[in-house]
């Protein structure tokens, strides 16, 4: 299993520009999420999805839109980049499952994105 | 809204030592998640807790959850360099999962 990928692992943008950040994991999860990562702080959720065709708001929405087609896919789109979408963009995987089971959620490796 | 808090936010302690990272949470929650983060690097799992007085260990690593108190624990037994990173708490509600800022954790050796 190659778990949670996400490309590219670095890109540059200029202010303005719009991109898709790829998201994939091959460990036929439910639950899917966004989270940007600041210098030196916690992480804040951008959207999440509990399945195919369902995405909800986290935290900090504004500037970015998902869609999940498939199980396996959740790509985030930014348009009109801004500099203060600079960060390090995490995604994550996990079953799902009812209260009181312990489920497990698994981060890919980060796409670090800098607006210039 | 589910706020979550940290204590501390930084720590640096001599290698042997002990200590504890506090989480607060503000809302009900089903589930509370530690998580270790090395610099440059993505996050790792390290415990799921689900109930009220659930208790996990793991080598060094004990995590603790009073759901009452919207309170849980980290604690570190006789640190040892290799566990300076960064620890993360962060609840579940309504299917978000909400991080606190981390505890950056610096062993001296």
């Known amino acids: 299993n190659a778990g949670v990928t996400q490309t590219p692992k670095f890109r540059i943008l200029k202010i303005g520009q719009s991109m898709t950040l790829q998201c994939a994991q091959d460990?036929?999860?439910?639950?899917m999420y966004w989270y940007r990562q600041d210098p030196g702080m916690g992480l804040k959720l951008i959207y999440y999805s509990v399945g195919a065709g369902i995405t909800d708001k986290g935290e900090v929405p504004n500037g970015y839109n998902v869609s999940r087609s498939t199980t396996e896919d959740f790509p985030l789109r930014l348009e009109l980049a801004a500099p203060s979408q600079t960060s390090v963009y995490f995604c994550?995987?996990?079953?799902?499952?009812?209260?009181?089971?312990?489920?497990?959620?698994?981060f890919g490796p980060g796409t670090r994105l800098t607006v210039l | 809204e589910l706020k979550v808090e940290q204590n501390p936010l930084f720590l640096s302690m001599q290698e042997g030592k002990n200590y504890t990272i506090y989480c607060n949470y503000s809302?009900?929650?089903?589930?509370l998640y530690w998580y270790r983060q090395d610099p440059g690097k993505s996050l790792e799992s390290l415990f799921v807790?689900?109930?009220?007085?659930a208790v996990k260990q793991e080598g060094r690593l004990m995590a603790s959850l009073d759901t009452k108190a919207r309170l849980s624990t980290l604690h570190i037994t006789a640190a040892v360099h290799d566990l300076s990173a960064t620890y993360f708490c962060a609840p579940n509600r309504d299917d978000k999962i909400i991080f606190g800022k981390g505890t950056r954790l610096h062993i001296l050796p």
């Open positions: 460990m036929n999860h439910n639950y």
């Open positions: 809302t009900t929650s089903d589930r």
């Open positions: 807790l689900l109930s009220n007085g």
């Open positions: 994550a995987s996990s079953y799902g499952g009812p209260p009181g089971y312990a489920d497990t959620q698994y």
